[in-house]
């Protein structure tokens, strides 16, 4: 396995954001938590279940068009067990999105029957989007809003502020900034985070970042590997001679034919990011 310095990224507004969680809890009903269905556990910040106490909460597993779908499924009935609901989704394409209006109502039943019997039918539901950076807040905010609200961009740590997004219904949603929390107990988590860009490539090795995906990916998808860059694995392999046999495939070398694996580490978290390594979940329930 290729070693990879500790992954720390906190950057000063997210103790910020933190404060403007909890303090922003009065004003809306309900939760929903954005994770990322390739990495759900790692994705998922502990910190957010003592901030939003006993708020009702929907989590999104976004970005399952990258994920394994048998994995997607496992994660979905693991959620229901633990009595939070939750929906895989892809909010690019806006795949799965047609569940959460009559999610967020079934969620909220006995509060809108609550609002009808005092003569407040049709009433307002508020509810805080919140996920760590990179996550895909933005991107649902806009998919269900039908235009451009909320700010989205390809990196990390974009929303700094949070912002009202009324949907054409009569649900409102407060887009919150991604927040991460201040050290990462396990490793792993860090590097999968780093993997997936929710931790910005500048504070990371990437050579050493794509060296540990591709350890990942020797275990758990070698076939995708494969057939992507027409290598062989061969047994004893590690990450940093597959990113060399990435290389060589790909053609990448500089000056005096040495294999320029930079560039080949580039490649390789770019085509796993945008999902043409294939349909990858690197973590499944406990």
């Not at 922003?24 to 279940?49: G, H, T, W, Y």
């Amino acid at each position: 396995m290729t070693e990879i310095p500790s992954i720390q990224w906190f950057p000063g507004h997210m103790t910020k954001t933190k404060r403007m969680i909890k303090a922003s809890l009065p004003l809306v009903d309900a939760v929903v938590e954005i994770i990322d269905a390739r990495i759900p556990e790692s994705s998922k910040n502990p910190d957010l279940q003592t901030l939003i106490g006993g708020k009702p909460r929907i989590v999104i597993l976004n970005k399952c068009d990258t994920a394994d779908d048998k994995a997607t499924s496992k994660w979905l009935s693991w959620y229901q067990k633990q009595g939070i609901t939750a929906i895989a989704a892809d909010c690019r394409s806006g795949k799965g999105l047609n569940k959460f209006a009559p999610t967020v109502r079934k969620v909220l039943a006995d509060l809108i029957k609550k609002y009808e019997d005092k003569g407040m039918k049709g009433r307002v539901l508020h509810l805080m989007v919140v996920g760590i950076p990179n996550v895909g807040k933005s991107s649902f905010i806009n998919r269900l809003a039908g235009q451009k609200k909320a700010k989205v961009e390809d990196r990390p740590g974009v929303t700094r502020t949070k912002q009202w997004v009324k949907l054409e219904n009569d649900i409102e949603l407060l887009d919150m900034p991604g927040v991460l929390w201040p050290k990462f107990e396990d490793m792993a988590v860090g590097e999968k985070l780093a993997f997936t860009g929710a931790v910005k490539d500048d504070v990371v090795d990437v050579e050493a970042l794509a060296c540990r995906l591709l350890d990942y990916l020797s275990d758990l998808y070698s076939k995708e590997l494969t057939a992507r860059y027409k290598i062989e694995i061969s047994e004893g392999d590690d990450g940093y001679e597959l990113l060399q046999k990435v290389g060589i495939a790909r053609g990448m070398r500089i000056a005096g034919g040495e294999i320029n694996t930079e560039r080949a580490a580039i490649t390789v978290l770019d085509e796993y990011r945008s999902g043409k390594l294939g349909r990858i979940t690197l973590e499944l329930p406990q």
